[in-house]
């Protein structure tokens, strides 16, 4: 399985909804998520799937 999982933050600009969230990938570096943070959610989300 294969998925994306986006969190959706209150004031989040219509252009950045369904699709257009992608855009953000292309944020500058020091508003992107660090790759070892990124790894330490996808554990935890994981851990929480395995749970269920």
Do not use: C, N, Y
């Not at 969190?7 to 292309?26: D, K, Q, T």
Request: hydrophobic share 40%.
């Amino acid at each position: 399985m294969h998925l994306h999982v986006i969190p959706r933050p209150e004031p989040l600009p219509p252009h950045h909804r369904g699709p257009g969230v992608f855009a953000l990938l292309r944020a500058p570096e020091q508003e992107q998520v660090t790759a070892a943070r990124a790894d330490t959610l996808a554990r935890a989300l994981g851990l929480e799937l395995d749970s269920r």
